[in-house]
């Protein structure tokens, strides 16, 4: 019952969309915000990697499955994937570990039918920490990927 009533919101929220509203009048940002609040809802918007790697785990590949999933069912959206690191290592090396981590993640959203040219990638590398600290719990919750909604 609980997911037919989100379904039931989702499907008010964002017929809001299509029609002339606020959102037309301030360039799209209401309903953007509300296809990111959608997104949020039904798919989670983070992938964790181990430490020095870019491969897709096991939890992560579900994360991503139920991104993909409400992608291919909103096929007007595009995303942005945001790779970061945690602290050790160098600048550069991070940017560009950050980089294929952001890669793994959109080659694993096509491999699952999302269309390349709607997923852009950007490094973040150590430069913006979700968790601050000097420590393994700190550092795993900084090895990731973040899915955004983008601004078409």
């Not at 139920?66 to 959206?77: F, G, I, R, Y």
């Not at 294929?100 to 997923?119: C, D, F, H, P, T």
């Amino acid at each position: 019952m609980k997911k037919l009533l989100s379904l039931f919101c989702a499907v008010i929220a964002l017929s809001a969309c299509s029609t002339l509203s606020e959102s037309a009048l301030f360039g799209g940002s209401e309903c953007e915000s509300r296809l990111a609040r959608d997104f949020m809802a039904n798919a989670e918007d983070r992938v964790f990697f181990a430490f020095d790697s870019s491969a897709i785990s096991a939890d992560a590949a579900e994360v991503l499955n139920s991104q993909a999933k409400w992608l291919n069912s909103h096929e007007d959206v595009n995303v942005v994937v945001q790779g970061y690191c945690d602290e050790r290592g160098t600048r550069e090396y991070n940017f560009a570990l950050g980089e294929r981590r952001a890669n793994a993640v959109k080659q694993y959203l096509v491999s699952k039918g999302v269309a390349a040219e709607r997923i852009s990638t950007i490094s973040y590398g150590k430069e913006r920490p979700a968790v601050l600290g000097n420590n393994e719990t700190a550092w795993a919750q900084n090895r990731r990927a973040v899915t955004v909604v983008a601004a078409n």
